[in-house]
Structures are given as C-alpha cells and as structure tokens.
C-alpha cells in the first residue's frame, strides 16, 4: 500500500476524537507530502533542524509538533518551528521556553513527557514525581500545560505497553481535576505503531504513527514511532 492509502486506512479507523500525529524522523519532504494529502494534519519532529526543513518547504498548512528529546539550547529555535511541544521534561526546559514565548508575546502549549516505564536510561517525569513537577511549571509565563504524552517501553506486544498507558491515564484524569495556573488538560499522547489501537482504548487522544503509515525506513532508530 502506498502511505496515502496507509494514512486514509489509519484516519479511516481512528475515532473522531483522536489525532494521527505522523511521526516523520528521517522521512522525505515527497513522504510527507504524500501523508498531508491523504489528510494527515499534524507532523509530528524529533529534531529540530529537521523540522525546521520541512516546514520551510511544505509551510503551514499543517501543525508541527516536538515529539523527541528536546534540549535546552534549542528552546528558541523550538518555539519558532513548533505549534505544541509534546516532550517537556525538565523544569530548566520549561523556563527556557517560558523566558522565549515571554519575550516574543505568545504562548506554547506543551505535554509533560511521562516516563510511565521508569527507565534510567530515558527522558520523561518518573509518575510518583509528575504531580511535583506539574506545580514546578504551571504558571510560567508564556506556557500553557495541555495534556501528558508517554512512550513506554519498547514492546513487540501491544498488549505489553498497556499497564504504561494505563498508568499515564490514571495521572491524566488526577491532573484533570487539579486547579493550577496555566494547566488544561485536553490532550494525552501515547501508542505507536504497534501499539496505537491498545493507547486509543486507553484514552489516547493522540497517537504517534511513523513506520505504519510510512513504511520501514531504511536506516530506522532506536525508537521508531
């Protein structure tokens, strides 16, 4: 199947409520193109100067959406190409981004990244700190906080990454009725390609697809989406 045919099979099965983020890391501008035409609307980056390409090519007739590591340095850089950043992860972060959105007058949603696996080697909140960190970060300025996003360990059982996702929409619907500034939860991101079908029964309302609607890449990484 051709990746407009994979992306109208995926809209096809996904419930209205929920939105297929593309996963592009190390994909063409012609995939891509292919994928928006088919109705894809939110691209989803892990790097910056990636993104950064796309976007100045195929411009703004989608969202793009920071789902890899994001480092400090690249706050400003950040803030320029993404319309939601879905992986914050550190409080130095937040003020990074807070101190560019501040000066330039605007605000950026973003996700707290759920490390639901608790793995040492991986980016993301650790669950038992998350609520912690949530009133770390809610009230800077220039930030809105939309939702929670989690990977979990890598699996090839989908039925295996569903106590992560479980867990993540335990501390979604927590969050959902604490009273802080800038917190609206509205969003919950998890479940890739594999496992996207398990995190919708969860309560995803974002899933992360790459190699289901692009195909294998020919050099994949460590964690393809």
Not at 93 to 112: D, F, I, N
Not at 125 to 138: G, Q, S, T
Not at 174 to 179: G, K, T, V
Request: with cysteine; charged share 25%.
């Amino acid at each position: 199947m051709s990746i407009a045919d994979n992306a109208r099979k995926i809209l096809a099965e996904l419930p209205a409520s929920v939105t297929l983020v593309a996963a592009a890391k190390g994909r063409s501008v012609r995939e891509i193109e292919e994928a928006v035409s088919a109705g894809v609307e939110v691209i989803g980056e892990n790097y910056v100067q990636e993104a950064a390409f796309h976007r100045a090519v195929l411009g703004g007739s989608v969202r793009w959406h920071c789902i890899g590591h994001l480092q400090r340095n690249k706050a400003r850089q950040a803030v320029d190409v993404f319309e939601m950043v879905q992986t914050l992860d550190s409080v130095r972060l937040a003020e990074a981004l807070s101190g560019v959105c501040v000066r330039r007058g605007m605000s950026l949603p973003v996700l707290v990244e759920i490390n639901s696996g608790r793995e040492p080697h991986k980016s993301g909140i650790f669950p038992e700190d998350a609520e912690d960190f949530l009133r770390a970060v809610c009230g800077l300025p220039g930030l809105t906080i939309e939702g929670l996003m989690t990977m979990g360990p890598l699996t090839d059982d989908a039925e295996g990454a569903r106590p992560y996702f479980a867990l993540t929409a335990d501390l979604f619907r927590r969050f959902s009725r604490l009273s802080l500034p800038g917190l609206q939860m509205k969003h919950l991101s998890m479940g890739m390609s594999g496992s996207w079908k398990v995190a919708v029964e969860e309560g995803a309302t974002m899933v992360r697809i790459g190699t289901a609607l692009f195909g294998p890449r020919q050099s994949p990484g460590k964690e393809d989406e």
